[in-house]
């Protein structure tokens, strides 16, 4: 509170999934209602059953969205498997691929193999019972990288978002 009212702060960072605090928190319709529903799914646990932390999410940060400085969330996770990202990963990712029309939207295992790799990523750490979806998931997730950028900066948000789902993919690469 201090930090943000007396120092002109206006975003708190969590170290939780990446597409859902950014992506999700932006297109997210700020009431109370969907805030706290929001945080719940999106904030890991960690964080949001601490005692500590009841007030600022659930009264704090929804109160700030009537002033004229908000309190922003962002995260900073390579995981990206809550509720948000669970839900709607897949579906905005392709959707980006399809618009910047990347050549593996044409690969007749775009919609049978590539796609449900992305699925595949919420589910991590169960995401490697089967042992060559790491070089899968490694292959593709490069190869939609390299062609975001023939468009895209290296820092546009879905070139991160791909940078995110490479180091999280890696993370687990000798789990088998």
């Given at each position: 509170?201090?930090?943000?009212?007396?120092?002109?702060?206006?975003?708190?960072?969590?170290?939780?999934?990446?597409?859902?605090?950014?992506?999700?928190?932006?297109?997210?319709d700020?009431?109370?209602?969907?805030?706290?529903?929001?945080?719940?799914?999106?904030?890991?646990?960690?964080?949001?059953?601490?005692?500590?932390?009841?007030?600022?999410?659930?009264?704090?940060?929804?109160?700030?969205?009537?002033?004229?400085?908000?309190?922003?969330?962002?995260?900073?996770?390579?995981?990206?498997?809550?509720?948000?990202?669970?839900?709607?990963?897949?579906?905005?990712?392709?959707?980006?691929?399809?618009?910047?029309?990347?050549?593996?939207?044409?690969?007749?295992?775009?919609?049978?193999?590539?796609?449900?790799?992305?699925?595949?990523?919420?589910?991590?750490?169960?995401?490697?019972?089967?042992?060559?979806?790491?070089?899968?998931?490694?292959?593709?997730?490069r190869?939609?990288?390299?062609?975001?950028?023939t468009?895209?900066?290296?820092?546009?948000?879905?070139?991160?978002?791909?940078?995110?789902?490479?180091?999280?993919n890696?993370?687990?690469?000798?789990?088998?």
């Amino acid at each position: 509170k201090y930090l943000h009212e007396v120092k002109g702060f206006n975003v708190l960072a969590f170290e939780s999934d990446f597409f859902a605090l950014n992506e999700g928190w932006e297109n997210l319709d700020k009431n109370s209602n969907d805030i706290d529903s929001f945080i719940r799914g999106n904030i890991f646990p960690l964080w949001t059953a601490c005692d500590g932390c009841q007030e600022l999410f659930f009264n704090y940060i929804p109160v700030t969205f009537s002033t004229e400085n908000p309190l922003q969330l962002s995260g900073f996770d390579s995981q990206l498997f809550l509720n948000h990202s669970y839900y709607l990963l897949r579906e905005k990712l392709d959707s980006v691929m399809r618009h910047y029309k990347l050549p593996i939207v044409q690969d007749e295992k775009y919609n049978s193999e590539i796609l449900p790799l992305i699925d595949s990523t919420t589910g991590w750490p169960n995401h490697y019972a089967d042992s060559n979806l790491y070089y899968k998931c490694d292959f593709y997730f490069r190869q939609i990288r390299t062609e975001m950028l023939t468009t895209l900066k290296m820092d546009d948000f879905w070139v991160l978002i791909m940078d995110n789902l490479v180091a999280a993919n890696q993370q687990f690469k000798d789990i088998d």
